[in-house]
């Protein structure tokens, strides 16, 4: 088991040249209030002094530190190992230089904080340091900067929360375990670096506590209850350490004696429970936990590297290779688009929307449901008064009274009817026109990814359809309003399915006789002046007028012939209009179809090659867009970091989990 958290920290070497945060790797996060002891609990974990100190907050960027069990300086000079030193010091951020000093490692470490940070805010871009040293047990430990309440000097007003959000950040990591520091001269209860653990681990089971300068209590008391547990129970338990004092750093007491003193005190003042504290008990713990945590995590980081290797294997196919054969590949898009289209008119497109209808299914929604619906809804007689058939009937017959009903009248009313069924038929073509605009739109949005990688090469396509399209419309339109010019140009009173005008006559006269009205009183009836009287200057004593000024009624009741003559007419113009109606709901869709879609299904593909596959512009067209080919780099340096992870987790054989 020694063996796992080695294989932590090459994993995370793996994953920082990517910048992962999709993999949530085991280690330990350290949390505590200002001046707590952090420093000096890490520190005392070494067993030499590196990390910077002074007032306010000193750690101002999270410290990745990865501690290194190394063979001594004697056995590895019996094995020749390059390295003459018995402890040293790596920076990611310094590649190839090994820093012996820990002076030199402070000093970097408060360099490499200043460049990143303003003044005395904060950043949450991690310091990566490895120390190789005999003396220290493998862990892998991460130093936030300690909790403040009060801005102080240069620091900005909300550093209180922007510390918590990167704590919050580090401690949520579900495969993390939190080392909570707090003072014994202060409150266990009262502690923030507990708060802020329980609410993201509120059953403390990756929780660990350590209580520091437990030499620094008030006189007479004692931290006895609160390392029992009694006071706050810990499930991964509470260890008690004594920290190197002021005066301690002053004179630069060296660590092995802190610990010597540290044990002496223990054993003074907690006997019972010195074996269970201090800090060389506290790395033990530290390194079995981190050993099991990281057991107990290693199936399930196992499979979430392959999960999302494959799911970054799929993504960087779909971003496709870099162009080597631009003709070829040319080619390639514009047929898939081309197929793509025609696929999404017939219905066979891979990509099938569930949430409305699109292509061929809405095309026929347009023409059955709509166009179909529209013509029925549209009245035979709609907008034609029985006054309007009267003035028709008596201008077909000019000065002389008809004996029977004028077939030119018939004519002249049924294509005003008639050409009420224009304006739906043209709008037909519309909505099928902006269908198929519509459908360029959809094979863009699930086209395959090589075309949107060619923005320029996307755009001209979309241009060369819309074109076609528009180009096609204006034909379309000629056709469809010919359609109505033809029903207009010829009335067809001999159609097999019109009835003839004397067989609807006698209908009308048959029911008319049966209502008491018969033809036999035609004779008698009087013409509507007689029924109001004499007309003024024929024969009336009342002043002359002019005829043309006389207003013409609106409305009056019928005679019975007028009558009779106005119900043939209009049941002739209902039937004829149904059989054009008919027709036109047929012929219609057809003409759409033939002279548009169809034309454009057959001719998208010849019109695309002949736009654009054109040696001057091949370059210009398959020019990857800046997004894609970065995100392909991504992906790829991605991929390249999950299969290493992939390599080194199965380097572990199972029998060292157990």
């Not at 949520?172 to 520091?181: D, G, K, T, W």
């Not at 949005?445 to 419309?473: G, N, W």
């Amino acid at each position: 088991m020694e063996t796992l958290i080695p294989v932590i920290n090459r994993l995370q070497e793996v994953f920082l040249t990517v910048g992962a945060e999709v993999i949530q790797l085991p280690q330990i996060v350290v949390v505590g209030s200002q001046s707590s002891g952090k420093s000096s609990v890490l520190e005392s974990l070494v067993g030499r002094d590196f990390l910077p100190r002074g007032s306010g907050i000193v750690t101002r960027r999270p410290l990745v530190l990865q501690l290194v069990n190394v063979p001594s300086l004697e056995e590895r000079r019996k094995q020749d190992n390059g390295i003459k030193a018995e402890e040293w010091g790596t920076f990611l951020h310094c590649k190839n230089q090994i820093l012996t000093d820990f002076n030199e490692i402070r000093k970097e470490i408060e360099d490499e904080t200043d460049r990143n940070t303003d003044n005395k805010g904060i950043s949450p871009e991690p310091i990566y340091l490895k120390i190789y040293s005999p003396n220290v047990l493998s862990l892998t430990l991460v130093d936030l900067p300690g909790i403040t309440k009060v801005p102080v000097g240069d620091q900005p007003e909300d550093i209180e929360t922007q510390v918590q959000e990167m704590i919050l950040s580090y401690i949520s990591n579900p495969n993390s375990l939190i080392l909570c520091v707090s003072p014994a001269n202060s409150d266990l209860a009262t502690s923030d670096a507990l708060k802020l653990a329980r609410e993201v681990d509120p059953d403390g089971h990756r929780t660990l506590v350590v209580v520091s300068k437990l030499d620094l209590m008030d006189a007479g008391t004692d931290a006895l209850e609160v390392l029992l547990g009694r006071v706050i129970p810990v499930r991964l338990g509470i260890i008690g350490v004594v920290n190197r004092s002021q005066h301690d750093l002053n004179t630069q007491k060296s660590l092995t004696d802190s610990c010597k003193d540290e044990q002496a005190f223990l054993q003074r003042h907690y006997p019972s429970l010195a074996s269970r504290c201090g800090s060389r008990y506290l790395a033990r713990t530290l390194s079995r936990l981190l050993m099991h945590h990281i057991r107990d995590c290693l199936p399930e980081l196992k499979t979430r590297v392959t999960v999302l290797a494959a799911q970054y294997q799929s993504r960087l196919n779909s971003y496709g290779q870099p162009v080597e054969d631009h003709s070829a590949t040319l080619l390639q898009i514009v047929t898939k688009f081309a197929t793509d289209y025609c696929s999404t008119i017939e219905g066979t497109a891979r990509h099938i929307q569930t949430s409305e209808l699109c292509g061929g299914a809405r095309i026929c929604y347009i023409f059955h449901e709509t166009f179909g619906r529209t013509l029925q809804s549209i009245d035979p007689l709609g907008g034609l008064t029985e006054l309007d058939i009267l003035t028709a009937i008596r201008n077909a017959t000019g000065p002389r009274p008809a004996l029977f009903v004028p077939e030119i009248s018939f004519e002249l009313l049924v294509k005003r009817q008639i050409k009420r069924l224009e304006e739906p038929s043209m709008r037909c073509v519309e909505l099928v026109h902006e269908e198929l605009q519509r459908i360029i739109q959809h094979c863009s949005a699930y086209s395959t990814q090589e075309l949107l990688r060619f923005p320029k090469l996307h755009d001209s396509i979309v241009e060369v359809v819309t074109s076609l399209l528009r180009k096609r419309l204006p034909i379309t339109n000629e056709m469809v309003h010919n359609l109505v010019a033809i029903e207009l140009a010829y009335i067809n009173t001999k159609h097999p399915d019109f009835t003839d005008a004397a067989q609807v006559s006698a209908s009308v006269n048959s029911q008319q006789a049966e209502a008491g009205d018969g033809g036999m009183r035609w004779k008698n009836e009087k013409m509507p002046s007689e029924e109001r009287g004499p007309v003024p200057g024929f024969g009336s004593p009342t002043k002359a007028v002019n005829l043309l000024d006389t207003a013409v009624p609106i409305s009056r009741k019928l005679s019975t012939r007028e009558q009779r003559d106005c119900e043939v007419i209009q049941r002739l113009i209902n039937c004829y209009f149904l059989i054009v109606r008919k027709s036109i709901q047929d012929s219609v869709p057809k003409t759409v179809m033939h002279f548009l879609v169809n034309f454009v299904k057959e001719n998208l593909q010849s019109e695309l090659v002949g736009q654009l596959y054109k040696q001057r512009l091949l370059q210009e067209l398959l020019i990857e867009s800046q997004e894609t080919a970065q995100q392909r780099t991504e992906v790829a340096q991605m991929l390249e970091a999950l299969k290493k992870a992939s390599n080194i987790i199965s380097e572990i054989r199972e029998t060292h989990l157990w």
